[in-house]
C-alpha cells in the first residue's frame, strides 16, 4: 500500500504566545509535530503494519520543518518530503499550500493519504480537502476508526459527537479526529534509524508552479490575543433581584441578549 | 601555570591548568538526535509515569513493572547496553538526557534508574561473555529488572567490612551465600540482584544472584521519608545456592567493581539532581506568578524574586558542570580503539578517570537539589507543607540524595584524597604546581581584568585555582600524612574544588556560546555565571581564611592571609541587580530558561 501522510510544523501546545507588530513571535519557541498529524501517523503505521507498503511523510515548509520530518521518521514513515517554500516571495496562505500540494501528488500514485483534522495554530482544517479537491480523490474528513479490505474502506467518523459510518474506496484521503489511535512515541532505535533515511527537498518552483498564480488569495489584517480575564462579579441580593440584575447586565453590558 | 592540552582531559586536571571554551562540552553543542531522545523521555514520563504517580507511592509495584516494561519498549532501558547485547548502544549524552529527563517520575526514576545503572552497568563493564549474553538482553528490554545489593545493617560507607558470606560447595559447583543486605532499591520486583560477599569470609567479590534460586528472600517494605514510590527492602540470603558460574569478575576483586559502578552512579544522581532542580524552579515560578498576596502577586516581591534568580543560577552551574563531565567521558572513550571500546573493564576505567568529576557531581548536585526544593517549598509558603503540592513530595525525595551513593561527607574526602593519590603517582603534577606558586607567590603583581563580559570572572579564575594550591600545598606540607585526621581542612578544600569546576563549567559554557552567538544573545547565560561567580568567590574566600587560620599563626599566618587578599582582589559584582533581571525572564517564561 502506498501510504502518504500529510504534516505540519506547528507551535509547542504549551508555548506562550506573544504577538508582536501583528506578528507571532517565534523567537526561542519550541515547536512540534502537529497533535492531529501524529494521528495521521500513527494510522499510517498501523495501516502499514497489517498491510505492508511504504510511508511517505509530506509537509510544505522551510528547512526548519525538517527536525518534525525527521521525528516522523523516527515515529515509523518510511521516507520524507520537504516542499520548499524559502524562495518564495509571494504571500502564502491555506490556497498555497493546497495548490503546492496537489502539484507535487499529480506525480504520486497514492493509495492512501491521511491528513490531520485541522493545525492546533490557525485551525483552519482547509489543506487536506483542497488535496483532495485538486487531486479529484474520494475524501472523509474527522474519522475516528479505518477499515480497509482490499479497496473498500469502512470508516467512523466523528458528526459534532455522534458517530456516521462511510464506505467508500480506494484512492482515498482521510482527516483524522482525535480517538483515532494513541500515538507512538518515537522509540530511540526509531531515533536513531531515522537519521539514515531518506529525507528529500523539492524546491517549490520545480513543481512547474507559477508564483503569482499559487499566490494567497486572501491577507490577514490583523492579528490579537483574546482579552484578558477581568475580575469576576458577585450580584447580591434576593434570588429575584439576582436574576433581573443578571439579566439586565447581559442586554447592556455583556450584550448578548 | 602549565597549560598542557592533555591536562584538561585529565580527571582533576582542570585544578592545574587553563581549560578554554572549545574543550568543552556544554547542552548547547547537542545534536537533533540528542533532542528527540530527550522529548521522547519527557513524553514518556509526563504522558504515562506522572499520572500514575498515586498508585506508584502506595507501593503498587505491578504498575512499577508495567512502567518499566513500557520503557523497555520505547528504549529506555537500553541506552548504555552495547547492541551486539540487545541494548542501544548510545553515547553518554544520550544516556544523561534520558536521566535528566527521569527525574520528573518522582521516585519512579529510582526504579529506572537503580536498573540501568548499578544494577545492569556490573554485568555490561565487568560480565563474561556468557554473562553477558545470558542477562543483558532481557535486561535492556526490561523483561528482567536488576537490583544492587552492596550496603549492609553494619556496612554502609565502609563497604568492604561486608559481613555476607560465600561459600564453594565440596562439588565445586555452587557458593553458598549467607547474609542480610539492606536498602536495596528495586527488591520488591527485581529478577536479578548485584551482591557483593566475601568467599570464604575474605575475599570480597562480587555475584549474579537470580530472585528464584533456593535461599533469597526480600524483608518487608521499608517505611522511608522519601521516595516512596520505589521498592527498598532487605536481600535477605540464607545458603542461597549461587551457580559458581555466576562469579561476577575475579575472586576477591570486588572492590573494583563497586567502586567502578559507584563513580557512575554517583555521575547520574548529579544528572538526576540537574531535572529536579529546573522541576523546582517551574513550579516555583508559576505558583509565584499564580499566589496573591495583600493585593498583588508574591511574584513581585523582591524577596521572592531572589529566590528564585539564585536557584536558577546555582542550577545553571550545577547543569554545565554535568554535561562537561558527560562530554569528558565521551571524549575519553573515543580515544578507545572499537575493540577496546566492547571491553566493559576499559570502559569502566575511562570513566574512572573521572572519580573526582563524579564525587563533584554528586554532592554539589544533591546539595543544589535540596537548597532549590527548599526555596520551592519556601515559595509555596503553608500549601508547600501540603501533600498535594508537587513540592512537598519533591522536598521529601531530595534528601535522600545527599546520603546514598556514598554520603556527601565521603565524596567530599574523595576529593582532595584522589588529587593527593594522583599527586603521588605521578598522575597530576599537583607538588610541582604548588611549589611553583610558593615562588612565584611574593613577587605577583595584581592583573586587571579587560572590560569584556566574563574577564573579571576568568581572572578570577585563574586566580582561585592559586587558593586551592595554596591552601591545599600548605596543608599537604603540614600534616603530611595525618592530614587524614584534619577532616574539616578536607571538606573547605573540596568545597573549593567544587565551587571551582562549577565556575569555570558555567564560564566556558557562556563563553562558548557567546563566541557563537554574540554577548547580547547570551545575555542569560552572563547574568547566571556572573551571579553565581560572586557568590562562589565569596565561599571560597571563606573557606580558605578559615583553612589558613586553623593551620598557620603569627607572621606567616598574616602572610598567607594577605595572599589570600591578593589573590582573590576583584570588583565585586552587583549581584541584587543581576538578579533582579534574572528572575524577571524566569517568571516570563515560568521556567528554568537561560
Not at chain 2, 584538561?8 to 547537542?30: M, N, R, S, W
Not at chain 2, 529506572?112 to 561473555?129: D, K, M, Y
Not at chain 2, 545456592?241 to 572492590?255: D, F
Request: some cysteine; aromatic content about 6%.
Amino acid at each position: 500500500m502506498n501510504i502518504f501522510v500529510l504534516m505540519k510544523r506547528t507551535f509547542d501546545t504549551e508555548e506562550k504566545i506573544i504577538i508582536e507588530n501583528g506578528r507571532i513571535d517565534e523567537e526561542g519557541a519550541e515547536f512540534i509535530v502537529n497533535p492531529y498529524d501524529e494521528y495521521a501517523l500513527e494510522e499510517a503505521i498501523v495501516l502499514k503494519e497489517a498491510h505492508g507498503g511504504e510511508i511517505t511523510v509530506v509537509t510544505v515548509g522551510e528547512e526548519e520543518a525538517e527536525k518534525e520530518l525527521r521525528t516522523a521518521l523516527a515515529m515509523g514513515a518510511d521516507k520524507a518530503v520537504l516542499l520548499n517554500m524559502e524562495d518564495m516571495d509571494e504571500a502564502i496562505d491555506h490556497y498555497t499550500i493546497g495548490e503546492v500540494l496537489t502539484a507535487y501528488f499529480k506525480d504520486q500514485e497514492a493509495d492512501i493519504i491521511l491528513g490531520g483534522n485541522v493545525a492546533v495554530d490557525d485551525g483552519a482544517g482547509q489543506v487536506a480537502s483542497r488535496l483532495a479537491e485538486g487531486l479529484q480523490m474520494n475524501q472523509v474528513t474527522t474519522i475516528t476508526k479505518l477499515d480497509i479490505e482490499g479497496t473498500k474502506v469502512t470508516i467512523e467518523r466523528d458528526v459534532e459527537g455522534d458517530v456516521e459510518i462511510v464506505e467508500t474506496s480506494l484512492p482515498l484521503l482521510v482527516t483524522c479526529q482525535q480517538g483515532l489511535n494513541d500515538p507512538r512515541y518515537p522509540s530511540l532505535p526509531g531515533i536513531m534509524k531515522a537519521k539514515k533515511k531518506p529525507l528529500e527537498t523539492i524546491d517549490f518552483d520545480d513543481l512547474d508552479l507559477d508564483e503569482e498564480e499559487i499566490a494567497a488569495k486572501t491577507t490577514t489584517t490583523d492579528r490579537f490575543l483574546p482579552p484578558e480575564k477581568g475580575a469576576g462579579k458577585i450580584l447580591e441580593g434576593s434570588t429575584e433581584s439576582q436574576a433581573q440584575q443578571l439579566v439586565e447586565l447581559l442586554k447592556s453590558e455583556a450584550k448578548v441578549i | 601555570m602549565s597549560s598542557t592540552i592533555e591536562l584538561h582531559t585529565k580527571g582533576g586536571g582542570f585544578l592545574l591548568g587553563e581549560v578554554t571554551a572549545d574543550q568543552v562540552f556544554t547542552p548547547e553543542d547537542f545534536t537533533d538526535e540528542h533532542k528527540m531522545i530527550a522529548k521522547t523521555t519527557e513524553d514518556f514520563v509526563v504522558g504515562k509515569v506522572v499520572p500514575e504517580t498515586e498508585k506508584l507511592e502506595n507501593h503498587q509495584f505491578d504498575v512499577s513493572r508495567r512502567l518499566l516494561t513500557q520503557a523497555g519498549e520505547l528504549g529506555l532501558l537500553g541506552a548504555d547496553v552495547p547492541e551486539k547485547y540487545g541494548g542501544i548502544g548510545l553515547d553518554k549524552i544520550s544516556s544523561t538526557l534520558i536521566t535528566e529527563k527521569f527525574s520528573r517520575a518522582g521516585s519512579f526514576s529510582l526504579s529506572q534508574g537503580a536498573h540501568v545503572g548499578i544494577g545492569s552497568l556490573p554485568i555490561v563493564f565487568f560480565g563474561n561473555e556468557e554473562q553477558k549474553s545470558k542477562y543483558l538482553p532481557d535486561l535492556a528490554t526490561g523483561t528482567k529488572i536488576a537490583a544492587y545489593a552492596l550496603t549492609e545493617p553494619s556496612s554502609g560507607s565502609d563497604a568492604l567490612g561486608a559481613k555476607t558470606t560465600a561459600v564453594l560447595n565440596d562439588a565445586g559447583t555452587h557458593y553458598k551465600l549467607t547474609g542480610e543486605k539492606q536498602w536495596i532499591t528495586n527488591s520488591a520486583f527485581a529478577d536479578v540482584f548485584i551482591v557483593y560477599a566475601k568467599i570464604d569470609g575474605e575475599h570480597f567479590s562480587a555475584f549474579i544472584v537470580d530472585r528464584e534460586i533456593e535461599g533469597v528472600s526480600t524483608g518487608p517494605e521499608e517505611k522511608k521519608m522519601g521516595i516512596k514510590g520505589s521498592s527498598t527492602r532487605t536481600l535477605i540470603l540464607d545458603n542461597a545456592h549461587v551457580p559458581k558460574e555466576n562469579l561476577l569478575g575475579e575472586a576477591g576483586r570486588g572492590h573494583i567493581i563497586a567502586f567502578n559502578i559507584l563513580n557512575v552512579g554517583r555521575y547520574k544522581l548529579g544528572v538526576g539532581c540537574v531535572g529536579g532542580s529546573k522541576r523546582g524552579i517551574e513550579l516555583s515560578a508559576k505558583y509565584a506568578n499564580e499566589r496573591k498576596q495583600f493585593k498583588v502577586p508574591i511574584a513581585s516581591f523582591r524577596g521572592i524574586q531572589e529566590k528564585l534568580a539564585t536557584m536558577a543560577s546555582e542550577t545553571y552551574a550545577l547543569e554545565s558542570s554535568i554535561y562537561r563531565t558527560g562530554g569528558l567521558f565521551e571524549e575519553q572513550l573515543g580515544r578507545l580503539s572499537e575493540t577496546e571500546q566492547e571491553d566493559g573493564g576499559k570502559v569502566a576505567g575511562a570513566i574512572a578517570e573521572y572519580a573526582i568529576e563524579c564525587s563533584l557531581n554528586k554532592f554539589y548536585g544533591s546539595e543544589t537539589l535540596d537548597y532549590v526544593v527548599d526555596e520551592a517549598v519556601q515559595i509555596h509558603g503553608g500549601y508547600g507543607f501540603m501533600a498535594e503540592y508537587e513540592v512537598e513530595r519533591a522536598y521529601r525525595d531530595s534528601r535522600i540524595n545527599r546520603i546514598f551513593e556514598g554520603t556527601n561527607e565521603i565524596n567530599r574526602l574523595l576529593v582532595p584524597g584522589t588529587i593527593m593519590r594522583k599527586a603521588m603517582k605521578g598522575e597530576l603534577p599537583f607538588l610541582e604546581e604548588a611549589k611553583k606558586l610558593q615562588s612565584e607567590i611574593m613577587s605577583m603583581m595584581p592583573e586587571e581584568p579587560g572590560s569584556e563580559p566574563l574577564e573579571q570572572e576568568k581572572m578570577l579564575l585563574k586566580n582561585l585555582k592559586k587558593v586551592f594550591l595554596l591552601v591545599s600545598g600548605s596543608a599537604a606540607q603540614k600534616y603530611g600524612k595525618g592530614l587524614d585526621q584534619e577532616q574539616e581542612l578536607l571538606f573547605n578544600s573540596a568545597d573549593i574544588v567544587s565551587d571551582i569546576y562549577s565556575m569555570e563549567s558555567a564560564i566556558l559554557r557562556t563563553e562558548k556560546a557567546m563566541n557563537k552567538n554574540g554577548a547580547e544573545k547570551e545575555n542569560m547565560k552572563i547574568m547566571l555565571t556572573q551571579v553565581f561567580c560572586q557568590e562562589a568567590v565569596n565561599r571560597i574566600e571563606a573557606h580558605a581564611k578559615e583553612s589558613i587560620i586553623h593551620m598557620e599563626e603569627g607572621d606567616s599566618l598574616r602572610t598567607m592571609l594577605s595572599i589570600l587578599r591578593k589573590l582573590t582582589r576583584h570588583t565585586p559584582t552587583d549581584v541584587i541587580r543581576i538578579k533582579r533581571t534574572i528572575a524577571e525572564k524566569v517568571l516570563k517564561e515560568e521556567r528554568y530558561v537561560i
